[in-house]
């Protein structure tokens, strides 16, 4: 009986399972480590390394997604409280004992691997803020205390996260955060005052940034301002990453021809700006397929927290689908000189293995929506 | 009011704001695609033109690595000028030419020469891809006088690092190399690419950021191939700043050349402030093997030498002090008050602790024996009895008073802890608590104790200076390469020893006649005008002690380490200093004529010779 029983619920969630997603981002993390390779030629031996580890990390990635997938996400409701307490303490942690690379200090070494919690926070809010806007009766937040509660869920971490100083990372946090109190809607007595704060506090925050940004941070909003004002030092990445995609054309230079790549005259090539190095060589073609898949990837996402059984699990796809979202979309327009440097990888196909691994838990966690969204299944 | 919104939420309130979200994601994608339609259609052929016709390339211009040099200025490990022909294996165009011409000056024959073409093509097109590293000045002479049509070579100039005193200093000093992997990993996001040369060792690799520089960058245009048309901009490299050692060149290369034995180390210093003046290691290696890439020969014969010439004994070689260590057993005993300066023991040659027989170096035994001459004749009996009522965890007390079971703090990383044993170490090593024959073991600087030569440099140097634990210090000051004063160290008294005046006096008084008397055990370093104060030590390595061989006899591993400590504190220019020859037979024998020329040397006096029996 009870083994007839449990396997009809294997069997039923194993046909529910949502196949096309993890197969999305299989497809585009593939295609990352192919760029990846391409982009790391030009370092010698030492690129090689580069490519091994991004295989490596993307085999975890495939038992993480494996893991979470057959969980149940309400589990993520119960633990919710934990896990962001958690990801706070490993924030704090990290400015306390973190390791110091290029003046920042993001990492925590495990020893067999380093880890950069910044990364996981933003999973970590999504849960968080998710049971927070689900616990409450459906419809627009109309009290300052409810709206400033969920802001601070999201605004604790980003400052930590700041304070790294990871620029980059804490922009997509309040992004994330601020997509999915919209998505709940604010009501229009809010939105007036919200405005009304949002004109007044342009003049704060012209001379706020003189004060609290990081030389570096100071000169990449120049440069994006005025990319030629510094040709040679901030504004060398845009110029050189437009001149790459722009050189790619229609149908790109091919696989390992790219001159600007192969060249070196691309920086942090196969991090933040491999998207350069993939509009270099597949042209428009290979670019835009890969900005379709990630449109697809995200209209499967949304699918999917329409049809959640429950508002935990709707919110819940709906912050997993924005982290992506906009990732992608602030990433992009970065390497496309749309909007300054910050320092966002893209996800799936930017080197790196706490982007990687937080990405597929995204993924994971959307699957577990989908399989998990008629009500018999327990 | 606050309710009003809930209250006439629809069922899909949810379903229709996520058809608005699809919305919103549709419309930032496809306005990314526009951009991307503009950047790559619309203006991309005029990116085209720039990226295939006149580029411009940023150009990393490596900063001169700062130099080491001694208190005088000299230098210690410098740049020069390093030839390499390399190929750009996507410009070349002429290939039976190219080895024609060059496999002849470069010493390859056109098998050798075609194979490495043949390797060039599976690395990077259009990076340089050296084929020879480390040409002499004859062959580059050669190379320039043959400008020849053919495309894609180039004799590239990197600086070396080179070391003008080869294996002198070399533990200290250090040595540079290109880059690993690993390292890359950790420093590539400061500025550290692939080839870069880094600090591997010792100071080399201490002081990297200090040493290493600015990198400069010029703009220069190139064309499709990757080669050069013109210069456009440069911001030139900062060089790196220079590191001053306390240590003085020549003195220095005096004290390695008077240390002939196989193996030891030698340390001397000011008491102080803790300034090394020449820190010795036997064997060494040349560090200039490691800035060219070392070959594969020169690694093996170096890595299997069994004497492990990459080791810096002086604060890794791990040592019993021997009688050493009756400097501290005495000052606990006078601390705790166990012994009296007119206490007296007897010894019969041997002592019998828990049904072993002890024995004393003089078999003879020295009779009727008080601290001083204890100390003096070194009498192992008198010690046994210190440690019998002393113990292991109070000797240990006072020996990490003086420094000794943690590192000294010198600048170099790698350097070891030592060992002192307490019961609780060896409670949670052999589960047993350490006993009454261990305790006298202890007591004279055998059994479990471990020392390195820098410990026991800080130890002897703490009865020259009144009781001061010094911080050891290697780098005097750092300058910037305008010559302008960045750093420089101040002594450091990490821990003051309290002692009653007495007490101290005795022992000082003591090791001057270690030296003065004519049955003291120092008295080989004797040198008339001078008041040397000093300890021998003459430490076993297996635990039986047959008298009957001579030193030859003995297999070279089972040979006593010969250890000297020494000082000289009333003379305006202090000096401590600390001999270690491993294997080398009898401290007062070995070590002391070793100390004795490098104090005679130090305060400039003719070495007066060993003293007539």
Avoid at chain 1, 32 to 58: D, E, H, N, R
Avoid at chain 1, 244 to 260: N, P, R, V
Avoid at chain 2, 97 to 116: A, C, F, I, Q, T
Avoid at chain 2, 569 to 586: F, L, M, T, W
């Amino acid at each position: 009986m009870g083994t007839s029983y449990l396997g009809s619920v294997f069997k039923s969630s194993l046909s529910q399972f949502e196949w096309f997603l993890p197969l999305n981002a299989i497809v585009l993390s593939l295609a990352g480590i192919a760029l990846i390779y391409s982009a790391t030629i030009p370092m010698g031996p030492t690129g090689k390394s580069f490519v091994i580890k991004q295989t490596a990390w993307l085999s975890m990635g495939l038992v993480l997604l494996a893991l979470f997938a057959f969980l149940d996400y309400r589990m993520l409701e119960r633990w919710g409280t934990w896990i962001f307490v958690i990801l706070l303490l490993a924030l704090i942690s990290v400015s306390v004992f973190g390791r110091v690379t290029a003046g920042s200090r993001r990492w925590i070494d495990l020893g067999l691997m380093r880890f950069q919690p910044s990364e996981f926070a933003k999973l970590a809010v999504v849960i968080v803020l998710a049971r927070s806007l689900s616990e409450r009766k459906r419809g627009a937040i109309d009290g300052w205390m409810e709206l400033l509660r969920n802001v601070a869920y999201a605004l604790i971490p980003a400052f930590l996260v700041a304070t790294q100083p990871d620029l980059g990372t804490a922009v997509v946090l309040i992004l994330v955060a601020f997509s999915m109190i919209l998505f709940v809607g604010l009501s229009k007595k809010l939105w007036k005052v919200i405005f009304g704060l949002a004109l007044a506090s342009i003049p704060i925050l012209y001379f706020g940034a003189q004060y609290f940004l990081l030389d570096y941070q100071k000169k990449r909003l120049l440069t994006f301002l005025n990319p030629d004002h510094d040709p040679l030092g901030a504004g060398y990445q845009i110029i050189q990453s437009q001149i790459a995609i722009g050189s790619g054309g229609m149908f790109g230079k091919g696989f390992l021809k790219g001159t600007q790549n192969q060249l070196m005259f691309l920086p942090v090539k196969h991090t933040d700006f491999i998207f350069a190095v993939l509009s270099e060589e597949w042209g428009f073609l290979g670019s835009s397929l890969v900005l379709i898949l990630f449109l697809i990837f995200m209209l499967r996402g949304l699918g999917i927290a329409s049809r959640s059984r429950d508002d935990f699990g709707t919110l819940l796809s709906i912050g997993c689908v924005s982290i992506i979202f906009w990732h992608v979309t602030v990433n992009v327009s970065m390497v496309m000189g749309v909007l300054p440097v910050v320092g966002v990888p893209l996800s799936f196909l930017s080197y790196g293995g706490s982007s990687l691994l937080s990405s597929f838990m995204c993924t994971a966690v959307l699957a577990s929506v989908s399989s998990r969204r008629f009500s018999y299944l327990t | 009011m606050v309710q009003f919104y809930s209250d006439s939420v629809p069922e899909d309130y949810y379903k229709s704001r996520v058809i608005v979200s699809s919305a919103i994601a549709c419309l930032f994608i496809f306005f990314l695609l526009i951009r991307l339609w503009n950047l790559q259609l619309i203006k991309g052929e005029s990116y085209d033109d720039l990226a295939i016709e006149n580029r411009i390339r940023l150009l990393r211009l490596p900063p001169p690595r700062g130099m080491i040099l001694d208190r005088n200025g000299c230098p210690l490990a410098e740049n020069v000028p390093s030839f390499s022909l390399s190929v750009i294996p996507g410009a070349l165009n002429d290939l039976p030419m190219l080895v024609k011409y060059y496999s002849d000056p470069l010493g390859y024959p056109p098998e050798k020469m075609r194979s490495m073409i043949d390797k060039s093509f599976s690395s990077p097109k259009f990076m340089p891809f050296s084929i020879k590293k480390n040409l002499s000045m004859e062959e580059v002479s050669i190379l320039k006088s043959r400008s020849l049509p053919v495309k894609g070579v180039s004799l590239n100039t990197r600086p070396l690092r080179r070391y003008p005193f080869g294996k002198m200093l070399c533990h200290v000093i250090g040595s540079t190399g290109e880059i690993s992997s690993s390292e890359l990993e950790k420093l590539g996001r400061v500025g550290y690419r692939p080839g870069d040369l880094v600090g591997k060792t010792g100071i080399e690799k201490e002081y990297e950021t200090y040493l290493r520089g600015e990198e400069g960058w010029e703009q220069i245009e190139i064309d499709a191939k990757g080669r050069r048309l013109a210069s456009l901009t440069r911001r030139p490299s900062k060089p790196g700043s220079n590191i001053i050692l306390a240590v003085d060149a020549s003195f220095q290369k005096f004290v390695e050349d008077v240390f002939t034995e196989r193996a030891g180390s030698v340390v001397v210093m000011e008491p102080d402030t803790g300034k090394i003046l020449a820190m010795v290691s036997k064997p060494g290696f040349d560090s200039n093997i490691f800035s060219a890439s070392i070959s594969e020969k020169d690694w093996k014969s170096i890595n299997s030498d069994p004497l492990r010439p990459l080791e810096n004994r002086s604060i890794r070689g791990l040592y019993p002090p021997g009688s050493i260590f009756k400097l501290v057993t005495s000052f606990a005993a006078l601390s705790e008050g166990l012994v009296k300066p007119e206490t007296t023991f007897i010894c019969p040659g041997e002592l019998e602790v828990g049904g072993q027989v002890y024995r004393c170096w003089n078999q003879q035994g020295h009779g009727k024996v008080d601290l001083h001459r204890a100390l003096v004749e070194s009498c192992d009996v008198f010690f046994y009895e210190l440690g019998l009522s002393l113990g292991a965890d109070t000797m240990a007390h006072y020996a990490s008073l003086f420094g000794l079971g943690k590192p000294t703090g010198l600048e170099l990383s790698q350097e070891l802890p030592g060992l002192i044993p307490t019961n609780f170490w060896k409670e949670r090593n052999y589960g047993t608590f350490i006993k009454d024959g261990e305790n006298v073991t202890i007591a004279i600087g055998q059994g479990y104790t471990l020392t390195t030569p820098i410990q026991l440099a800080i130890m002897t140097a703490a009865f020259a200076n009144g009781g001061n634990i010094m911080r050891p210090f290697l780098v005097e000051q750092i300058r910037s390469p305008d010559g302008s004063v960045i750093f420089e160290q101040n002594p450091v008294v990490r821990l003051n020893i309290r002692h009653d005046s007495r007490d101290w006096d005795l022992i000082r008084k003591s090791m001057r006649d270690v030296v003065e008397n004519r049955s003291g055990t120092g008295k080989r370093c004797r040198v008339p005008g001078l008041n040397i104060r000093a300890k021998t030590g003459t430490s076993q390595v297996v635990s039986t002690r047959e008298k009957a061989k001579s030193p030859t006899d003995v297999p070279y591993h089972e040979r006593t380490h010969a250890m000297f400590a020494a000082f000289v504190d009333d003379q305006p220019r202090k000096i401590v200093v600390v001999v270690v020859i491993e294997h080398g037979g009898g401290g007062g024998k070995i070590a002391a004529p070793l100390a004795r020329k490098i104090i005679c040397r130090y305060y400039g006096l003719p070495d007066p010779g060993e003293p007539k029996e």
